[in-house]
């Protein structure tokens, strides 16, 4: 199997977007069909592919939701655009990065994706690095990082207060690692449990804090 390509969506807009944003999740289901081919995640935004189903798959809508709400922080909820018509731009603007690179089914096992962060650390630290993110979100994937490894690269949590967006649900965690770097250890995107208001409301309530305390 060919390795996936993933980073910036767009990296134009990534490097002129007001606050660069990076969503890393675990691995991308690829079909059996597909697997031995070259795939690029990121070209199917880049192209407007996944436009048309991003209502209807909740990893994308929930990412565009959340991301819009970073971006457009004092735009309240009613307002904001559906995930496929005008907020459907805001995916262009960030990076998204999966932990194993090579191709995976629909489930993902834990395990497995501590075994690929294990053995492909130092290419994903590195490119963590290089994205030089303002905003690094966590999708319930921040459990397969090693906290000295992040320190390696200045992303250090080890002694940063965890704090929560919201301290009645205690869904989003978020860790002030300074003035321009702020972590957000959110749930999976595609997680049934919780509604895209609240997905939307929590990591846009984490970013407002930090940008209050800069």
């Known amino acids: 199997m ?13 490097g002129n977007a007001s606050c660069k944003i990076l969503w890393i999740l675990k691995e991308a289901n690829i079909s059996a069909e597909d ?37 457009n922080p004092n735009v ?13 731009e805001v995916i262009k603007k960030i ?19 501590k075994k690929a962060y294990d053995e492909g650390k130092d290419e994903l630290l590195k490119q963590i690095e290089d994205l030089n993110p303002n905003v690094i979100i966590f999708g319930n994937t921040l459990k397969y990082f090693e906290e000295e490894d992040l320190a390696r690269i200045n ?14 649900t205690n869904n989003t965690a978020f860790y002030i690692i300074s003035s ?26 984490a970013y407002k804090i930090w940008k209050l305390n800069k």
């Open 180 to 205: 321009d770097k702020l972590c957000i250890n959110a749930y999976h995107p595609s997680y049934p449990m919780i509604v895209d208001k609240t997905y939307w409301h929590e990591i846009r309530n």
């Open 76 to 88: 309240e909820w009613e307002n904001v655009p559906y995930a496929n018509q005008e907020a459907y």
């Open 95 to 113: 990076a998204y990065i999966n932990i194993n690179k090579f191709p995976a089914n629909a489930s993902s096992n834990d395990w497995e994706i």
């Open 2 to 14: 060919k390795k996936i390509i993933d980073g910036k969506i767009n990296p134009a807009e990534y």
């Open 155 to 168: 992303w250090d949590i080890t002694n940063t207060e965890k704090k929560y967006a919201d301290n009645n």
């Open 35 to 71: 697997k031995e081919k070259e795939i690029d995640v990121c070209e199917g935004f880049r192209n407007d592919w996944h436009k048309k189903n991003a209502l209807s798959t909740p990893t994308f809508r929930k990412i565009i939701y959340a991301t819009y709400g970073i971006l």
